[in-house]
């Protein structure tokens, strides 16, 4: 059966976890029956396994967060120091749960909320040969850094990568569309002109669809769920022109292509 995917939330989050029950049968009433969970960091890597083994329509991607950008969004009063032992522990963490995992990430660059460019290219690069090693997709987060990752992706000859919410200018998306990267489309794009713009560059069979769930909702009172991917699917065939199955369909042998 042909299904609208999700390829790229955060269903570990306190914000959703609790409700994740209902939020699964949402998405099966709206036909959605691949939910692409990703970690970000040691705890919630486990628990993406976790929700994984509860719920069939989950599937996990492990990964590691920019790690100076995540300690500033999670506590920006303390110090940050680097732990080289966990970084280590998680990439061997990873590497052992290769048989489970559909995807490395969230991974990438963060020059926003991080400021140690070095640290974030050394976790960034480790995490693009554990996924090259393991022929698992890469799951990319490029904010405020999209020429670094870019460059960074072409020097690691990266070929199964998707580049998630990706706020870029119209030269870099080309740029990756041509170097075979798939670009995931937010479900924000109902009122995000930049990345309309997006789906008018890149080919169909570069385009997936995200909530990033439980952020990027649609709907201005309603908090992000796998259900409303929906909305990018419809987005993405009024911008094409295409017909909202056509669209589905096309997704789904993207799918395929890239994860069977």
């Known amino acids: 059966m042909v299904s609208f995917i999700d390829i790229h939330c955060h269903l570990d989050f306190p914000q959703i976890y609790p409700k994740i029950d209902s939020i699964t049968e949402n998405a099966k009433k709206a036909g959605v029956n691949i939910i692409l969970t990703s970690g970000i960091n040691k705890k919630t890597n486990r628990l993406s396994l976790k929700l994984a083994e509860e719920h069939s329509i989950i599937k996990p991607a492990l990964g590691f967060y920019p790690p100076d950008a ?41 020059y926003k909320d991080g400021r140690n460019k070095e640290l974030q290219k050394k976790v960034f690069i480790s995490f693009l040969r554990l996924a090259k090693q393991l022929d698992k997709p ?8 999209e020429q670094d990752a870019i460059d960074i992706l072409e020097q690691e000859d ?10 870029g200018k119209k030269h870099l998306i080309k740029r990756a569309s041509d170097l075979g990267c798939y670009f995931s489309i937010p479900t924000n794009v109902v ?33 992000n769920e796998p259900s409303f991917v929906t909305e990018s699917y419809k987005k993405i065939a009024e911008i094409k022109g295409l017909t909202l199955e056509e669209v589905k369909n096309n997704l789904f042998m993207n799918w395929q292509r890239l994860f069977d």
């Open 138 to 145: 890469a799951i990319i987060h490029s904010r405020k850094a």
């Open 191 to 223: 009122r995000a002109e930049n990345i309309q713009g997006i789906i008018k560059i890149v080919p169909l069979n570069r385009l997936f669809a995200e909530t990033d769930s439980p952020f990027l909702s649609p709907f201005k009172e309603k908090q």
């Open 70 to 110: 995540l300690h500033r969004e999670e506590s920006s009063k303390e110090e940050f120091n680097f732990n080289e032992k966990e970084f280590k522990e998680e990439l061997q963490f990873i590497r052992k749960n290769k048989d489970r995992i559909y995807a490395i990430g969230e991974i990438g660059l963060d």
């Open 158 to 167: 990266m070929k199964k990568v998707i580049m998630h919410c990706f706020s």
